[in-house]
C-alpha cells in the first residue's frame, strides 16, 4: 500500500532529489546536503505530520551521516553504504503517491 506524501510532491521530489544525488557520486558529499536534508526534515517534523515518510527521510540522514563518515575509511565499506542508500532511495520513490 502506498503511502501519502508529506505536503506535497516538491517535499517528496527534494528529499529523493538530495539522496539521489549522494549516491551517483564517489567521492566526497555535495556541500551542503546533510544541513539541506536536515531541514527538510525539520521542516517537516516541526509542523506534526503523522507521515510516515518523514522516518524514512530521518533514516536516510543518519545512512549519510554513516557515508560521510565511512569516506575517512576504505572505498569498500563507502561503496557498500551508498548502495544502502540506493535501495532506500528506489523503495522511497516506488511507496510513493501523491494525495
Do not use: K
Amino acid at each position: 500500500m502506498a503511502l501519502c506524501a508529506y505536503r506535497n510532491p516538491e517535499w517528496l521530489s527534494a528529499v529523493y532529489a538530495m539522496v539521489d544525488e549522494v549516491c551517483i557520486q564517489d567521492g566526497a558529499l555535495p556541500p551542503g546536503t546533510i544541513g539541506t536534508l536536515a531541514r527538510l526534515i525539520d521542516t517537516a517534523d516541526g509542523d506534526r505530520s503523522t507521515d510516515s515518510f518523514i522516518p524514512r527521510a530521518q533514516a536516510m540522514l543518519l545512512t549519510i551521516h554513516r557515508l560521510r563518515a565511512s569516506l575517512t575509511q576504505t572505498d569498500c565499506q563507502a561503496a557498500a553504504i551508498r548502495g544502502e542508500l540506493r535501495q532506500m532511495c528506489n523503495d522511497w520513490i516506488r511507496s510513493a503517491r501523491f494525495c
